[in-house]
């Protein structure tokens, strides 16, 4: 049962877009080249963050908060996040650019402005 606001508002009214093999990895390659690019524009910055992508798994050190971890999910064509300040959250993909987790209705990029500070730059599917 849904009990926030942003909940109820996000939540019903996005649903997973079904993805061909080749459409998710087409998506999730440009998610995570965009979120690769920005955290290590960041880690240019902060000498203390530390940003590793490989097979399909992002590890991001991000002090204060702790160790991120950002992966495919080829099988369910998701994408899991494990953070330290809001948890575990599997996200779908509902159209555009954007990646929710339909329980509560979060969207991916903004949890990662919100938590992190990073913007990224997403190309989305055309048709």
């Not at 690019?37 to 940003?51: G, H, P, S």
């Not at 999910?73 to 994408?79: C, E, G, M």
Request: aromatic fraction near 8%; glycine fraction near 8%.
């Amino acid at each position: 049962m849904k009990c926030s606001a942003e909940s109820s508002a996000s939540a019903p009214s996005a649903s997973p877009q079904p993805l061909t093999v080749d459409h998710y990895n087409i998506l999730t390659d440009d998610f995570f080249d965009s979120l690769t690019t920005a955290l290590e524009d960041m880690q240019q910055d902060r000498r203390e963050v530390d940003v590793e992508y490989s097979s399909g798994v992002l590890t991001l050190i991000y002090p204060p908060h702790g160790t991120y971890v950002i992966n495919k999910q080829p099988p369910s064509r998701q994408i899991w996040l494990s953070s330290p300040v809001s948890g575990p959250k599997r996200f779908d993909y509902v159209g555009g650019t954007k990646w929710i987790y339909l329980k509560d209705g979060t969207d991916l990029e903004a949890l990662l402005l919100d938590e992190l500070g990073v913007t990224l730059e997403l190309e989305g599917l055309e048709g």
